[in-house]
């Protein structure tokens, strides 16, 4: 892209937390460039920015079930932040508890979760996303869906539509056999929802692509090119999407899940035109993790004209010396926003002073220390 | 704490949809206190309900009774100035009752009373298909309006009812459609949630 677009600062000023996991009360004044969390394992860091996270997108990294944020002897968490935009202020709200979530701007519900999802971007950076490069297709799609929420609001919906039409397929073959007629219907559906869906994610893997492409060229091993292209999991052609489906109903029924559809679908990572998963070494693989991290945070920033808040949990301790100095060079060039958490705070080389707070973090409680 | 008959009356009342164990108690301690001549009436209309009031054999609508051994025929039935040739099908009586708020339909109903939903259980057998089949030979109906909600399972409905009407009556002059999605009357664009949104779009009309 030729001309850079001018972001949008974007903060979370405060934040107050409620029996959220190990985090019983914490009430937070934060600064606007670097916040250091530190202290020791098990002390309740990650959990801060899982607080922060939730109140940022509604949902977690880590947990599936609002529930399991909750603290063991509470019944309901709440997660409370003060965020600046551009000089605006908004309040967000997160309140938890086991099978619901209820989130508010400004006191009042917005219309739909989606619409709250994409009003505060975070990317994350956590160590078990060593799995993007390493991994099964799980985590790239939800690389892919997490951008697909800025790119098309209505993805997520069509998602959770597929996936609807697609059980029911499936517990329609286990029910009543290949041969019952419904099964048109259902796969009309799983091929209406899972083409809508492809969509979305084509658009997303484009700009993802493209920035971490460039992104390795920096921080990777300048004589390697990485390229990474959207491999669809199902026919883009709605007929022959059709036809593969109702082709494979028996097998489908004995393995217990349809063998083609989005759910399937996957960004192939190639270096020099080989598949990663078979040629990276381990900092290759932490390189290429980076590149997609890096680019997550480009696309979603553009899309939504701020700075995304960055979210750091632990990451130096992943990297070699090299790369966790490319990684601070990186989040110095970003205007932002940025939380980070570590074992070990002198490791930090965050720069200027006056632009890091820190915090130390022991058993649950927060205390500012600079 | 509650007596054990007082406990019994909440547990009832609380089976109602959207009320709680806090409402029911609510409920109840207004009834014994200040509501005694309410509770009494309430008590009475709810004893006679099944001889009031039940489904319309015809419809599945709300059909008020006269004569305890008559069939229930609700007034959009009796109604005589109603299009017999023009039938929506809804899946509750709540559609229903939104669609004649607004005052357009000349036509007349069919209540599914459920939707296609096999991760709840409900199969095609499960569906009143042959009601409605034979209902629409009865009135010589001409056009069905499928009026299911536009969820996924409302949609695999519709597709099944289109797909059994052409099976079952594939040569006749039957019309099946859809009602439309789109963006609301009086309001602005910018308010359409983006998928109400992306259907007008899909589903615009030429001027």
């Not at chain 1, 919906?157 to 073959?173: C, M, P």
Request: hydrophobic share 40%; charged share 25%.
């Amino acid at each position: 892209m030729s001309d850079v677009p001018v972001l949008r600062e974007l903060a979370v000023r405060e934040l107050q937390v409620r029996s959220f996991r190990n985090i019983a009360r914490a009430d937070l004044v934060f600064g606007e460039r670097f916040n250091v969390l530190s202290g020791d394992n098990g002390q309740g860091k990650t959990n801060l920015l899982e607080a922060l996270y939730t109140v940022a997108t509604s949902r977690s990294f880590r947990a599936t079930r609002p529930g399991e944020l909750v603290q063991h002897d509470g019944e309901v968490a709440s997660v409370r932040a003060s965020v600046e935009e551009s000089g605006d202020l908004r309040e967000q709200q997160v309140g938890l508890r086991a099978g619901a979530r209820q989130v508010k701007i400004d006191g009042k519900r917005p219309s739909t979760l989606a619409d709250y999802a994409v009003r505060t971007p975070a990317v994350i950076f956590h160590p078990g996303e060593v799995s993007l490069s390493m991994g099964a297709g799980s985590e790239r799609r939800r690389l892919l869906d997490r951008l697909s929420l800025y790119l098309d609001p209505s993805s997520m919906a069509e998602l959770e539509s597929y996936g609807r039409a697609l059980r029911s397929r499936q517990k329609t073959l286990e029910t009543r056999g290949t041969s019952a007629p419904e099964l048109g219907e259902w796969e009309a559906l799983a091929v209406r929802h899972g083409l809508a869906v492809m969509r979305a994610r084509a658009r997303a893997a484009e700009p993802l692509g493209r920035m971490a492409t460039l992104a390795f060229a920096r921080i990777g091993a300048p004589d390697l090119t990485l390229d990474i292209r959207y491999a669809p999991g199902a026919p883009v052609d709605e007929d022959t999407y059709l036809a593969a489906l109702a082709a494979r109903r028996e097998s489908d029924r004995h393995r217990g899940s349809a063998h083609v559809g989005p759910h399937r679908d996957d960004l192939s990572l190639l270096l020099d035109g080989r598949p990663v998963r078979g040629v990276a070494s381990q900092g290759q693989h932490r390189a290429i993790v980076l590149s997609l991290k890096s680019a997550e945070v480009q696309v979603v920033g553009e899309s939504r004209g701020v700075h995304p808040l960055l979210l750091l949990d632990d990451v130096s301790s992943e990297l070699d010396p090299a790369r966790t100095e490319a990684l601070f060079s990186f989040l110095r060039d970003q205007a932002g926003q940025i939380f980070l958490t570590t074992t070990r705070k002198e490791l930090i080389a965050t720069g200027s002073t006056a632009s890091r707070v820190d915090f130390r973090v022991q058993n649950g409680t927060l205390e500012r220390t600079s | 704490m509650l007596s054990p008959k007082a406990r019994r009356l909440t547990q009832l009342l609380a089976r109602l949809p959207g009320v709680g164990e806090k409402t029911a108690q609510r409920y109840l301690l207004y009834l014994l206190t200040s509501g005694t001549e309410v509770a009494r009436e309430l008590g009475e209309e709810l004893a006679r309900l099944p001889e009031t009031l039940r489904p319309c054999v015809r419809c599945g609508n709300i059909a008020e009774v006269e004569h305890p051994n008559e069939d229930a025929v609700c007034a959009i039935c009796r109604d005589g100035k109603r299009d017999g040739h023009l039938l929506c099908v809804v899946a509750r009586v709540h559609d229903l009752v939104a669609i004649e708020r607004a005052g357009s339909m000349r036509g007349r109903y069919f209540v599914l009373g459920k939707l296609l939903s096999p991760l709840e259980g409900i199969g095609p057998e499960e569906l009143p298909l042959a009601q409605l089949v034979a209902r629409i030979r009865e009135d010589d109906v001409r056009e069905i309006i499928v009026a299911t909600p536009p969820s996924v399972d409302g949609e695999a409905t519709a597709l099944l009812l289109k797909r059994e009407l052409g099976r079952e009556l594939g040569d006749s002059a039957l019309t099946v459609t859809r009602i439309a999605s789109g963006v609301p009357h009086g309001g602005d664009l910018e308010f359409a949630d983006p998928i109400t949104m992306g259907r007008a779009l899909s589903g615009r009309q030429k001027l």
